[in-house]
């Protein structure tokens, strides 16, 4: 059976990758309540000032947005600590961005983080055709909610965001910070099962013949998806930490359109996918679970085994 435990160890990973300047706001001994916002998918005007943006109040406050419906939480200080990251927490297919986000509660109060938690109806990612399609239309809408997010809150943001991603969610995560690379400061992709690598161009057949890849296997096209090609540059700023169960092998249960660009399991495919971004010159760090599954694990040094691709 498989199941679904948050990480500790996935929450430090977004702390331990900022720098100096990115370190959490001092806060007195007692923690206080926190401001939560549900945001409804509409067409309302983004524009209006957030008079009713409550810093101590602990009850939802619903806006109108013409994005997602995303669970937004910000810690109770915020309108006065300082610069926020906002980390983006996407889920995998059956779950929902309140649940998702709740284990990342204590972390974004600790560290000063926006947690922004969509709510994903996904359609079948076994599709190639549908995925693209629908991979395309979720990045122009998160860039929209990103975009809302300083009128919406009236805080004051950090200008590249954290993407955290779970399964059809780290697709989903990993396809946003190649589009939109100087959107994007980290991404934590978890038990993806399928990626697009930066490639424009590969030996997919093992023929020397170097054939054009096309979304959502690679980058060949991606101007018809994002509008414009992939920014190489920028997306080596991006920092990338990609993690999978080692027991999470299973062929079955991964699409098999993939299989000639990053392999048969999410194993292989994580490891393709590192290999790729590390090719490119993208800073990446890959960590491999010993004995987990399809499942979001225990930190390193309980039942982790990390490897590292610099």
């Not at 980390?87 to 922004?116: E, S």
């Not at 998806?225 to 080692?246: A, K």
């Amino acid at each position: 059976m498989k199941t679904f435990v948050v990480s500790l160890a996935l929450i430090a990973l977004l702390a331990l990758g900022m720098n100096q300047q990115d370190a959490p706001p001092q806060r007195g001994a007692s923690v206080p309540p926190v401001a939560a916002l549900a945001v409804a998918d509409a067409t309302a005007d983004e524009s209006a000032p957030p008079d009713n943006f409550e810093e101590s109040a602990a009850q939802p406050i619903t806006r109108r947005a013409r994005s997602f419906d995303a669970f937004l939480y910000a810690p109770a200080s915020a309108h006065g600590a300082g610069s926020l990251q906002v980390v983006i927490a996407l889920h995998g297919i059956g779950g929902d961005g309140r649940g998702f986000a709740a284990p990342l509660i204590k972390a974004a109060d600790r560290y000063g983080w926006l947690v922004v938690a969509p709510t994903l109806q996904y359609r079948d990612w076994r599709d190639p055709a549908i995925v693209a399609e629908e991979e395309a239309n979720n990045c122009q809408r998160l860039l929209s909610t990103i975009e809302g997010l300083p009128a919406l809150t009236g805080l004051n943001l950090k200008p590249k965001i954290d993407l955290f991603g779970f399964s059809r969610g780290a697709q989903f995560a990993h396809r946003f910070a190649i589009l939109y690379p100087e959107r994007v400061a980290r991404a934590a992709v978890v038990a993806a099962g399928s990626y697009t690598l930066p490639y424009r161009a590969m030996d997919v057949q093992g023929d020397g013949q170097r054939v054009k890849v096309g979304f959502p296997y690679g980058v060949g096209d991606m101007s018809k998806i994002g509008g414009r090609p992939i920014n190489r540059t920028r997306l080596r700023d991006v920092l990338f930490w990609v993690g999978v169960g080692s027991a999470d092998n299973a062929a079955a249960d991964v699409p098999r359109a993939w299989d000639p660009y990053v392999g048969r399991t999410r194993v292989e495919r994580a490891r393709e996918f590192v290999n790729a971004l590390q090719g490119t010159g993208v800073q990446t760090t890959l960590q491999v679970y010993a004995g987990a599954g399809h499942e979001l694990t225990p930190p390193d040094g309980q039942t982790g085994a990390g490897v590292s691709c610099r």
